[in-house]
């Protein structure tokens, strides 16, 4: 431990102290040119100081969202405020010299023009502001530079105020919009930088970020619409949409939100006349159709979207989504195998480096309710839990995968194959075809067989140097293009004769009906693809990638899993495994009716071809199916058997977000509530009993697990009212009960001053801001 810095560390404020004087900073600039939407968190660096002569220096960061950016002032008074919360309170006759802060950096990333706002601030002294470019020259701060700083900065702290997935040391979290007045200083700088949004970015699913479509308007539908007020909000888009009319489907869910349908519906109507094109506008309609039970009338509009903009993802994805309403599942299939798939991009974070201490302080009486944060047994699982490819999906991966899964849960697996094999040509039939045309092909060859005929396509063949022999063909296009644009939806059919019969857990599952080992790959959340082992599991993350499998204990896991020996003493039915299909984006894709033979005994000319991914997703999803199979046969088992049925808090964990992803939400309840009997540190089920016992409106239990997810929230420098998740729980309970409700049931629980106040913040925000409910 290097002398002097427990006593230079903050009391209750995270830091990261740095090796290098300065170095975060130069870091920091180094990476502004990587950065590609909204921008890493604030970045607030101090040097701290005795002002002797011979005592090192110390340079500490911390990362923080929700300080006001509107001025070189704001953020230089949050760096003056450090000063009071030095942990060393030296005594004027103690020999411990007192540790200051000597002067401080504060770092805003500006989405907008894509630099680097910066505030030096020396105490005593004077306060500098200066923009740093992507190249690192400094720039003179303007007044419009700043205002974008401003809502960036406040977009951030928005958007990432509960992202699960968004993780970082040191990262304090405040406040973004305290007063009303503050909240309408925000709108009218995002009525001002409306037309530039789309500068800042979208979300991973959106491919061409718009006026309408973007991480301003994502903001602004977040912060208001999680606490219900959608008044403010209209009255912003009711401006701004007469001079972008595709603004009108932003204000149609306001109204909608508002419960002013009629209203919704004229604005509606009429914005279509102008912007008919406007596929925002059209999915506003389709919602509004769909909660109205008109499904007919809501595929005809999304057909309509997907013509409008066929390159987005969201189209596509709301066309089979209908398609799943309406029951026609072999369309819907279709329609998935046609999304357009993008690469995931992540949220924009700083590069970690190494440090000379981390300082985490942990001092808030609400942690003392808390368990100890250190590894226990309940924090292992067995390999092949912690191996599921699914939770690894990201961006439109995990939303075509959710897609997949509500197929599932409508029809079941075994249906499900069924009509994958009768819209999708399936490898075996593929290879079958193929291998007899070039049959044919060899004995025309052979016998120098003149072409004639309506067979004949020597004038399309081309001959490769090998001696290969390929014919264009007049139907050569992707499958992804001819999918959706399909005949009417064909009847779902017998599984064909290629069909593999239901089988148990065993060796054999796993291997390809073809023989060969071929692997199968997952899409990861970077859009790389990660090698599938034959035993039939993905690996999600890196870790998994470099983990071995040779420790006795982990093979016998996976034995058991794979039905090499009984699970628990259980025989288990599996899940049919499926077959592979056809690749569509191989090099033999092209296949329809030119190439197949009039008198074959069966044709493609009904079916497509199966894109890739489309595939890898159907190979992870039969693994989540298999393993929860086992799981539940597991649990009935013990139930006969009067036995206990015993798992670490983390499988508990993992089967609690398997069944969820599974819409199995009673025996995912089940499981999370399971978790909670360990005294594993995780937020995770307590978060997601609190969100099921808000929908089902039940105020006991979603207090009492709102003050855990108080408790870890602040653990982990989560010092804000709103827009949190326990925020929006509350105000969905207070929509049907009334706040007044909720605060009784608090203070009838006699609860410890401290953790009443943190409860009741939530509460006074709404009474503030006038969320619906506060008065009843």
């Given at each position: 431990m ?18 290098d004087?300065?170095?975060?900073l130069?870091?920091r600039?180094?990476a ?16 701290k ?5 011979g ?13 006001d ?60 502001a ?15 530079l ?67 479509s ?32 595709e ?7 306001s ?6 349908e ?51 993802f ?9 398609y ?39 001092t ?52 499900l ?26 004995m ?19 001959i ?9 063909s007049?139907?050569d296009?992707?499958?992804s ?103 569509g ?16 005994s ?8 199966c ?15 298999r ?27 993992i ?19 399971r ?13 997601k009993?609190?969100e ?10 979603t ?11 602040y ?16 105000f969905?309970l ?14 009838s629980?006699?609860l410890p ?24």
């Open positions: 290097v002398p002097g810095l427990a006593e230079a560390s903050f009391k209750d404020i995270p830091e990261i102290f740095e090796v004087l300065g170095e975060s130069t870091a600039t180094e502004l040119s990587s950065f590609r939407e909204l921008g890493p968190p604030d970045l607030c660096h101090v040097v100081s005795t002002g002797k002569a005592t090192r220096d110390f340079g500490s960061y911390h990362y923080v969202s929700g300080v950016a509107s001025s070189s002032a704001s953020l230089a008074a949050y760096i003056n405020s450090l000063t009071y919360s030095i942990e060393g309170t030296a005594a004027w006759f103690s020999n411990t010299p007192q540790w200051k802060v000597k002067n401080g950096c504060y770092c805003c990333f500006n989405a907008f023009s894509r630099v680097d706002i910066r505030v030096d601030v020396k105490i005593p002294g004077g306060v500098n200066y923009v740093i470019d992507l190249r690192g020259e400094r720039h003179e701060a303007t007044a419009e700043w205002q974008e700083t401003y809502v960036s900065a406040l977009l951030r702290a928005i958007l990432y105020s509960d992202d699960p997935t968004y993780f970082l040391d040191a990262y304090r979290k405040l406040d973004p919009i305290p007063t009303p007045e503050g909240e309408l200083r925000f709108l009218q700088a995002a009525a001002a930088l409306f037309a530039k949004g789309w500068q800042v970015g979208s979300d991973p699913e959106i491919q061409v970020a718009t006026v309408v973007n991480h301003l308007t994502a903001g602004i539908m977040k912060y208001f619409g999680d606490s219900g007020r959608y008044q403010q909000v209209a009255n912003l888009f009711e401006k701004l949409a007469v001079k972008e009319p603004v009108s489907s932003l204000l149609a869910r109204y909608i939100g508002m419960n002013e009629v209203k919704a519906v004229q604005i509606m109507a009429a914005a279509m006349r102008n912007t008919p094109q406007s596929y925002t506008l059209l999915h506003a309609q389709c919602e509004f159709l769909r909660s109205k039970g008109q499904n007919e009338w809501a595929l005809k509009l999304a057909r309509q979207a997907v013509n409008c903009a066929p390159s987005e969201v189209t596509w994805e709301k066309l089979a989504d209908i799943i309403d309406l029951r026609q599942y072999d369309s819907a299939l279709l329609t998935l195998n046609s999304c357009p798939m993008f690469t995931f991009n992540g949220r924009d974070s700083h590069r970690a480096l190494p440090a000379l201490k981390v300082h985490l302080p942990f808030r009486t609400i942690g003392e309710i808390l368990p100890e944060k250190h590894k226990t047994e309940d924090d292992d699982a067995e390999p092949a839990l912690q191996r599921l490819p699914a939770p690894g999906l990201r961006g439109t991966w995990a939303r075509a995968y959710a897609l997949l899964t509500r197929l599932v849960s409508q029809i079941g697996w075994d249906e194959l069924k009509t994958r094999s009768t819209v999708f040509v399936m490898e075996e039939e593929y290879r079958m075809q193929k291998a007899h045309t070039d049959m044919q092909h060899v025309k060859s052979s016998g120098n067989v003149a072409a004639t005929g309506p067979e004949s396509d020597v004038g399309s063949a081309v490769h140097e090998d001696g290969t022999v390929e014919r264009r007049s139907y296009d992707k499958a293009t001819r999918g959706v644009i399909a005949p009417p939806t064909p009847k779902v059919g017998p599984t064909d004769a290629n069909g593999v019969p239901e089988i148990r857990i065993s060796s054999d599952s796993s291997r390809r009906l073809d023989g060969e080992s071929e692997v199968t790959k997952v899409e990861s959340e970077e859009g790389e693809q990660l090698p599938k082992k034959n035993k039939g599991k993905a690996k999600a993350t890196e870790e998994d990638e470099d983990s071995e499998d040779d420790d006795d204990e982990d093979d016998e896991d996976e034995a058991a899993l794979n039905g090499k020996a009984p699970l628990n003493g259980v025989k288990v039915q599996s899940p049919q495994q499926p077959v592979q299909a056809a690749a984006e191989s090099e033999t894709a092209n296949v329809n009716e030119a190439t197949v033979p009039a008198q074959e069966f044709s493609f000319s009904n079916k497509r071809l894109e890739r991914w489309l595939d890898n997703l159907f190979m992870v999803l039969y693994e989540d199916l393993v929860w199979t086992i799981f539940r046969a597991e649990v009935a088992h013990f139930k006969t058997q009067h036995v206990a049925y015993r798992k670490t808090g983390l499988e508990w964990e089967l609690g977000d398997l069944g969820i992803r599974l819409h199995h939400k009673e025996e995912a309840k089940e499981a999370y509530q978790c909670l009997d360990s005294s594993r540190y995780s937020v995770k089920p307590w978060f009993l609190m099921t016992y808000a929908e089902e409106g039940d105020i006991q239990r207090v009492q697990t709102g003050i855990r997810v108080a408790a870890y929230s653990a982990d420098y989560t010092e804000m009212a709103f827009p949190t998740q326990i925020s929006r729980a509350f969905k207070g929509q049907i009960h009334g706040h007044a409700k909720i605060t009784f049931t608090l203070l629980m006699g001053e401290p953790i009443l106040k943190i409860m009741d913040s939530y509460l006074q925000y709404g009474k503030l801001f006038k969320v619906e409910g506060y008065d009843f």
